[in-house]
Structure formats: C-alpha cells, structure tokens
C-alpha cells in the first residue's frame, strides 16, 4: 500500500513546514459536553493543518467526534480549548475561535458554505427563495443579481426547472442539489458538509458527490463528514477519527488511480477495525 499515513510526530514535522497553501488549521482543539458524571470528551487535542482547495473526508467510528470537530472547524459549535484559525493568503489570517458572534456568523455567511444530512430547507418557500435566502445580505440593489445567481447554481446542479417548485414537491436527492446551490450563493471558498449524502441512495450519492468533486475543482476546500468509504474516496484526503483524536491521516498519492485509492482507503481502514 502506498498510501501516506502519517503518525502524530509525522504531523508535528509538516506543521512547521510552509503555511502559504494551509486554509485553516486547528491547534490542540479540545471540546468537552456537560459535567461532573455527564461529562463527554469529544475531542481530545485535534492539531490539523487542511490545505486551501483539498477535499478532505472525516470518517471514524459513530461517537468518534466527526460532527464535533467539523462544527469546530466551521465556528457553528465553540471549543473547550484550543484555537481554529482560517488562514486568507496574504491578508491577516483570521481566528475563529477568537471572534464574538456577530462577526462570527458574518465569517460563516460570507465565506462558508454547509450542507447537512438532512436539508434543512424552509418548508414554506420555493426552491429559488430557499437558495436565495442566504445571499440576501448583500445590498437591495444587488438583489436581482443574487436572485440571477441562485438560478444559475440551480441549473448548474441540475434542478434548474424545479426552481419554483414547493420543497415539498421534491425528491430527497432533488432536494440535496438545491442544497448545495443555497451553500453556494455567496461563492465560499470553503465548503462543510456533515453526511450529505447519509439520506440518499447509492446512485443519488454518487451523483452528489459529483457535484461536490465539481465545487472541489473550481478552486473551493471542501470538508465533510462520511460513514461511506465510496464517498470517503472521491476525497484527496481522508482524516480518521477513534475517541476524539486523530487515528489516521490518508492522502491521496498523485499516482494512484481511483480504484487504487478506494482500495487502499479501504484496506486501510478494516486493517484499522473501523
Ligand atoms: N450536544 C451534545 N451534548 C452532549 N454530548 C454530545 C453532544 N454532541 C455530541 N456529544 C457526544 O460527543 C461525542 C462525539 O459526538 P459526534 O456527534 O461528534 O460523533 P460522530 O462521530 O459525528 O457520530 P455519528 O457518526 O453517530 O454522527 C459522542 O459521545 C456524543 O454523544
Ligand atoms: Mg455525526
């Protein structure tokens, strides 16, 4: 197998290397739920540096932390410990961890996009108006260009004529594709998703990720969550959890085919008991 696994003394070693590509790194995160007895460890010390435009998959056990540490990542849930800083070129980098609310929620609108299991779309909305939503920050003489844009997203992920269709009147993988045009709307350069494929079958998953390859190549770092191995290898990098830490660190070797990949990934990971 020539996949690169890397060890924790191995990650300390690229840490200290160039930091011009990182996007965003994470440093010693703890996070801890509840106390006293109730008192859960999540994660326990995540150090990880995600290249700007990589495709990273966390997988690991159920429990292991994935949703936590992607919640940590993107600022949507805050750490017990440590610090998550997202890194802009030249410009200031920006901690994460650091910021108060508001600011906060402006870094998430502005500059990340987030797709979930379930859609969370707005029941009572059309398709376009659920889109367009997020994208409502901008100006009110901006509107029409943001409505303009949310009806490209929605051809380019396919559901174009469905634009003014009720949620309702929506398959769950239709719905999926205007999901991931609504994370879209403010052009992020950084994409999480937690399990977006989880609820689909296996075709509309794979159609799914499709398009998140496709998110990926346009220049975008995206980041998700995923039980499925076939998902998992659609990614460059593939991070395992086991009890809040970090059990595996996979890359993508530029040599290897698709096939070559989804095998080591998959060996790696029953060799590893996940
Ligand atoms: N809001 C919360 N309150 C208390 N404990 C929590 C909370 N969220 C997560 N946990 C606990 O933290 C640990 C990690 O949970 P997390 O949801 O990150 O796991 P996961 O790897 O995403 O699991 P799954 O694959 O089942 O989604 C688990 O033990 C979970 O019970
Ligand atoms: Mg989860």
Not at 118 to 126: A, F, G, M, Y
Not at 136 to 142: K, N, R, V
Not at 195 to 201: H, M, Q, S
């Given at each position: 197998m020539n996949t690169a696994t890397s060890t924790k003394s191995d990650r300390t070693d690229t840490r200290?290397?160039?930091?011009?590509?990182?996007h965003l790194t994470a440093n010693g995160i703890h996070k801890t739920f509840g106390e006293a007895d109730a008192e859960t460890s999540a994660l326990r010390g995540i150090d990880i540096d995600i290249d700007r435009g990589d495709f990273v998959a966390i997988m690991g056990p159920s429990g292991s932390g994935k949703s936590t540490l992607l919640y940590c990542l993107s600022g949507m849930d805050p750490v017990t410990d440590g610090t998550v800083t997202l890194h802009d070129g030249d410009a200031d980098s920006v901690e994460v961890t650091a910021l108060r609310q508001r600011d906060l929620a402006e870094l998430r609108l502005t500059r990340m996009g987030f797709v979930f299991q379930?859609?969370?779309?707005?029941?009572?909305?059309?398709i376009l108006d659920n889109v367009v939503l997020p994208g409502?920050?901008?100006?009110?003489?901006?509107r029409e260009a943001v409505v303009a844009r949310a009806r490209e997203l929605l051809e380019l992920v396919g559901i174009g004529e469905l634009a003014?269709?009720?949620?309702?009147?929506?398959?769950g993988g239709q719905l999926q594709r205007a999901a991931i045009a609504r994370a879209l709307i403010n052009s992020p350069d950084l994409v999480f998703g937690d399990?977006?494929?989880?609820?689909?079958?296996a075709s509309m998953a794979a159609e799914i990720m499709d398009l998140l390859v496709q998110v990926n190549r346009e220049g975008r770092t995206v980041v998700l969550v995923t039980h499925d191995v076939n998902v998992a290898a659609r990614a460059n990098r593939v991070v395992v959890l086991r009890d809040g830490e970090i059990d595996g660190d996979l890359r993508r070797d530029d040599s290897q085919t698709d096939d070559q990949w989804a095998e080591s990934l998959a060996g790696w990971l029953t060799s590893h008991g996940t």
């Open positions: 200290s290397e160039s930091m011009a590509n990182v379930q859609v969370h779309l707005l029941r009572n909305l059309t409502f920050t901008a100006s009110p003489d901006e003014d269709r009720e949620i309702t009147q929506a398959s399990e977006p494929t989880g609820a689909l079958n």
